[in-house]
């Protein structure tokens, strides 16, 4: 029981209040936890601001302050301090200043770096298709799929030795190809010359 009760005076009756306000927890104390953890994703921090809740609603009655939909305050009261919570996330952490950020890495390629990748996939897309089906095959296998060596010597039931003579000659042509066009960029994934 919070302390201080037993010097107030109760005019509901001491248990009859303790059980009233089991009965709210019992009732709605899921759904206040649920309103906190949508706002943060955090259990700990949804269950802490839930009992802060039904703290303040203790306190209120201490006060002897009449609340005519204690489900509507409770979750009025939650709302509040999960945003009272962000606000003081952003002061306790505040932010850096952009020249710090300019290092970092986005894990995201920026748009136009993505959208010169699109090109370049449908260039060699384009060659792709001008070439012969065999070349086409192993180098599908190889760079498509991501397939070694052995599988795909498994696959199309030749030795390894073959793959990799085929993959050099395919890689080759379509090398040959590629610089043809003129504004196809190499290093790109038709650039590679790993032999696997």
């Known amino acids: 029981m919070p302390q201080g009760e037993a010097n107030t005076p109760d005019p509901r009756g001491g248990s009859a209040r303790r059980a009233e306000f089991e009965s709210l927890y019992e009732q709605y104390s899921r759904e206040v936890w649920a309103l906190a953890y949508g706002r943060w994703m955090d259990s700990d921090l949804a269950m802490d601001i839930t009992q802060e809740a039904f703290?303040?609603?203790?306190?209120?009655?201490?006060?002897?302050?009449?609340?005519?939909?204690?489900?509507?305050?409770?979750?009025?009261?939650?709302?509040?301090?999960?945003?009272?919570?962000?606000?003081?996330?952003?002061?306790?952490?505040?932010?850096?200043?952009?020249?710090?950020?300019?290092?970092?890495?986005?894990?995201?390629?920026?748009?136009?770096?993505?959208?010169?990748?699109?090109?370049?996939?449908?260039?060699?897309?384009?060659?792709?298709?001008?070439?012969?089906?065999?070349?086409?095959?192993?180098?599908?296998?190889?760079?498509?799929l991501d397939y070694d060596a052995n599988t795909i010597a498994e696959r199309l039931n030749v030795a390894v030795t073959a793959v990799h003579m085929r993959l050099s000659r395919a890689r080759q042509r379509l090398a040959e190809r590629l610089s043809s066009h003129g504004d196809f960029t190499p290093g790109g994934p038709a650039g590679e010359t790993e032999d696997t």
Do not use: C, H
């Not at 203790?58 to 609340?67: C, G, H, L």
């Not at 995201?108 to 996939?121: A, T």
């Not at 897309?125 to 760079?143: G, K, N, Q, S, W």
């Open 55 to 144: 703290l303040r609603l203790w306190k209120q009655w201490e006060a002897n302050e009449d609340i005519q939909n204690p489900r509507a305050w409770l979750l009025r009261v939650a709302r509040n301090l999960a945003e009272d919570f962000a606000k003081s996330a952003f002061r306790r952490n505040g932010t850096q200043p952009p020249e710090l950020l300019n290092g970092v890495r986005s894990s995201q390629p920026l748009p136009v770096d993505e959208l010169e990748r699109q090109e370049q996939f449908a260039q060699l897309r384009a060659v792709l298709d001008e070439m012969a089906p065999a070349d086409r095959e192993i180098l599908t296998l190889r760079y498509a």
